[in-house]
């Protein structure tokens, strides 16, 4: 450690928890602004850790997994040694690829289901009726969320079971805390608070289980008979589930057909994706009704849903989803101006030699934890003009693009000819200006699916509901480097009287 604190300003491990307790956000943006060197953040739960200034980020985050890892920070932060114990599935995670690949590549197919099964959710929970109503604005959300996800992870009827849906809740909110809490833990006791974090993990992990081991158990059941006999009447559903049965029939390992593990697993598929989409909306919400109804975001976003959705004869498809320009902007916007963490996208350098910074006589040793200034990068008057200021359709506008890219000292993208290709910006776009899904190969995996039910979710609301517009916008709560939701804040909507469509 004595190299590193020659290498980079060091912190005194009081200041870890001090800061901490008065908000460590305000150190990490003041270091942030006075150069674009690498700094060091206090943390709670991670010691100090390395903050990679944003022209490094495609240098440092483009190294091998075997320099500087994923898989190993991803492993600390959930703390998966004590919040999920099994070997068979930490060791093997084909589910991160289902997510990936097959999720990604069967949007098409799902695109009318997830529609389908938002519509259903936002009769439910939002109602018919045109008289105003108040509604919790992250528990509504997330089961709409929930609901819709659900029914491309694993069909009807688990998609539409309340108390599946709350047990996926409480399992995932175990995971992510649990895993904060024991970092934040010192290491003569954390094997204490391990115990019984991971206990309580296993506990709501049965809890679930109850609920979904019927589906998996038939599903394997069916899937072993149309192995064995081609000719079995049954056409295999296009979901998560039935992909994650595929995969473990192909490892050839027995373990992985337990339907146990199966469950796990689609929990965990569920534990990654709920929360950050259904944090998102719920942002989204909160900022179109506390911005200035002057603006016209709303009306212009109606406006264009129901243009695209009258093109495409009155039902939502994967080609009119993707015509949704306004919409992915105010998307993506949202996610810049309120990241689900100040600091994020954690790396650990994996190579015993460590790593040497690009053009720089720093160097970083084995262990150390790397992480991205999402929040300061998001705020940054040099690359965002009225950064602290919401704006739905900064992303939309070409001009803006350009000088987004011109601010940050890099050329935009460039088309297949070479000319620059100053469009707008969808969400899916990941650039040292936007790390809000990610940065580098190691990009959410998701995201697809995430942003086109998003956008869905977004485009059914304006259509069919009117909100309330508010006087202030509900403050999240800090939690370590988290922004969480549980605000306690209400939305007033109602069913629009006669909806377009």
């Not at 300003?9 to 008065?22: F, G, N, Q």
């Amino acid at each position: 450690m004595s190299a590193y604190a020659e290498s980079i300003p060091a912190t005194a491990i009081a200041l870890i928890i001090i800061c901490y307790l008065l908000e460590a956000k305000s150190l990490h943006r003041e270091k942030y602004s006075k150069a674009g060197i690498p700094f060091t953040m206090p943390s709670v739960e991670r010691g100090v850790a390395v903050i990679v200034p944003p022209r490094q980020l495609k240098s440092v985050y483009g190294l091998p997994e075997d320099v500087v890892g994923v898989k190993a920070a991803q492993d600390q932060t959930l703390q998966v040694d004590w919040t999920i114990w099994d070997k068979r599935i930490t060791g093997v995670r084909f589910h991160i690829s289902v997510i990936r690949h097959q999720l990604t590549r069967n949007l098409k197919q799902l695109t009318p289901a997830i529609a389908d099964e938002l519509k259903r959710g936002f009769d439910q929970w939002w109602g018919t009726g045109t008289e105003w109503r108040e509604l919790s604005i992250w528990d509504s959300c997330f089961k709409l969320v929930a609901g819709a996800s659900n029914r491309a992870f694993c069909g009807v009827p688990l998609c539409r079971d309340i108390d599946f849906i709350q047990r996926l809740r409480d399992h995932a909110l175990a995971i992510f805390l649990g895993g904060a809490a024991i970092n934040a833990t010192p290491k003569l006791i954390r094997p204490v608070i391990g115990l019984f974090t991971g206990l309580l993990c296993e506990f709501l992990f049965r809890r679930a289980l109850k609920k979904c081991m019927p589906v998996v158990r038939e599903r394997l059941e069916k899937m072993a008979m149309l192995r064995s006999d081609p000719s079995y009447s049954w056409s295999p559903p296009e979901d998560s589930l039935q992909w994650i049965v595929e995969e473990s029939f192909a490892c050839k390992d027995p373990d992985q057909l337990l339907p146990e593990i199966i469950c796990k697993r689609l929990l965990l598929i569920n534990d990654i994706s709920l929360h950050t989409t259904s944090f998102t909306v719920h942002n989204l919400i909160l900022d179109l009704v506390s911005s200035d109804p002057a603006k016209g975001y709303v009306h212009a976003l109606r406006e264009e849903c129901d243009r695209v959705i009258k093109e495409a004869g009155g039902s939502w498809t994967f080609e009119a989803i993707n015509k949704l320009k306004l919409v992915d902007s105010a998307i993506r916007e949202s996610i810049r101006f309120t990241p689900i963490t100040s600091v994020g996208l954690p790396r650990t350098v994996v190579h015993p030699d460590g790593i040497q910074l690009e053009n720089s006589e720093v160097k970083i040793p084995y262990g150390t934890t790397l992480a991205t200034p999402m929040e300061a990068i998001h705020y940054d008057e040099d690359i965002y003009k009225n950064a602290r200021q919401f704006d739905a359709f900064r992303f939309a506008d070409p001009e803006v693009v350009k000088d987004i890219f011109d601010a940050f000292g890099q050329d935009a993208p460039k088309g297949k000819k070479g000319h620059l290709n100053n469009k707008p910006r969808s969400s899916l776009n990941l650039d040292d200006a936007f790390v809000g899904f990610g940065f580098g190969k190691h990009g959410c995996p998701g995201r697809y699916f995430a942003l086109n039910e998003m956008k869905i979710f977004v485009a059914h609301m304006l259509l069919h509901y009117d909100l309330e517009f508010a006087k202030e916008r509900p403050q999240l709560i800090d939690f370590l480097w988290l922004k969480l939701p549980f605000h306690g804040g209400k939305v007033r909507v109602r069913r629009r009287a006669a909806p377009p469509v």
